[in-house]
């Protein structure tokens, strides 16, 4: 972040994240992250106990539970998705969201194809190729969300360390 003069924002308690990120997003002059947040939240992680049954010998269990801790949102604006965000969770098992809105992937297609539209927030509101629309729509794939979160995660930093990925632990999309 210090690098490239990336702004860490801690977050309020429910402070609309998206409103904050739009003051960034708005003053970006190209692609890339635009801001990190962090705001401490709720996540499912595992929690170390001693059972209160177990006298002598040093026993820990685990289980499931809530814990709240650390998550850093990395918003981003990509060439082909626009405005987005992926989310890391900084508690193991390190879980990782990802936030893309369809609606800027079909606006910026129509845009490198010189198709005249009128965009509002999250949606269209006219075209002259109403058909071209539909088409467009249509080809946003899986393959395209896979392509945004392997290019995006080959430039976050990640939770996880390059030894800990080439022992198989790495992050997978579902």
């Given at each position: 972040a210090q690098e490239k003069n990336i702004p860490i924002i801690p977050f309020k308690k429910k402070q609309r994240k998206e409103k904050v990120?739009?003051?960034?997003?708005?003053?970006?002059?190209?692609?890339?992250?635009?801001?990190?947040?962090?705001?401490?939240?709720?996540?499912?992680?595992?929690?170390?106990?001693?059972?209160?049954?177990?006298?002598?010998?040093?026993?820990?269990?685990?289980?499931?539970?809530?814990?709240?801790?650390?998550?850093?949102y990395f918003y981003i604006l990509d060439p082909d998705l626009g405005p987005c965000f992926i989310e890391f969770c900084s508690y193991a098992p390190f879980t990782i969201r990802v936030w893309l809105n369809g609606h800027e992937w079909v606006k910026r297609q129509l845009a490198k194809r010189g198709v005249p539209f009128t965009g509002l927030d999250n949606c269209l509101l006219s075209s002259t190729d109403p058909t071209l629309v539909q088409q467009v729509c249509n080809e946003l794939s899986a393959d395209h969300v896979k392509a945004f979160f392997q290019r995006w995660m080959a430039v976050l930093p990640q939770p996880l360390s390059p030894e800990d990925s080439q022992a198989g632990y790495r992050h997978r999309l579902s």
């Open positions: 990120a739009r003051r960034y997003f708005d003053r970006a002059t190209g692609e890339g992250v635009v801001l990190i947040g962090i705001a401490q939240e709720k996540a499912t992680s595992f929690r170390g106990y001693r059972p209160k049954r177990v006298k002598g010998t040093p026993l820990v269990e685990f289980s499931r539970g809530s814990v709240y801790v650390n998550h850093y």
